[in-house]
């Protein structure tokens, strides 16, 4: 299994949409730029652990479940 910054960026956008949270919102309460979360979004910038730790609890979830849901999608790769 190896990294893959898109496939991060799909799942943090596709839980973002089910919550029903703009790219505005999920920025603001994860304390970063718009500009970087839609960065981290499209898979051309790749989040570090504290930025992965503050979206997840930004949409209300813990890091490791976070994790869990990339890493399931990594492995269907």
Same mark, same amino acid.
């Given at each position: 299994?190896?990294?893959?910054?898109?496939?991060?960026?799909?799942?943090?956008?596709?839980?973002?949409?089910?919550?029903?949270?703009?790219?505005?919102?999920? #920025?603001? *309460?994860?304390? !970063?730029?718009?500009?970087?979360? %839609?960065?981290?979004?499209?898979?051309?910038?790749?989040?570090?652990?504290?930025?992965?730790?503050?979206?997840?609890?930004?949409?209300?979830?813990?890091? #490791?479940? *976070?994790?869990? !849901?990339?890493?399931?999608?990594? %492995?269907?790769?």
């Amino acid at each position: 299994m190896s990294f893959d910054n898109k496939i991060v960026g799909r799942v943090i956008r596709e839980v973002r949409n089910s919550k029903k949270l703009s790219q505005e919102t999920l #920025s603001g *309460l994860s304390g !970063m730029a718009r500009t970087h979360l %839609s960065m981290i979004e499209t898979g051309d910038k790749q989040p570090n652990f504290e930025t992965i730790w503050k979206v997840a609890e930004a949409l209300d979830l813990k890091p #490791s479940q *976070l994790v869990k !849901m990339i890493e399931d999608e990594i %492995s269907k790769k």
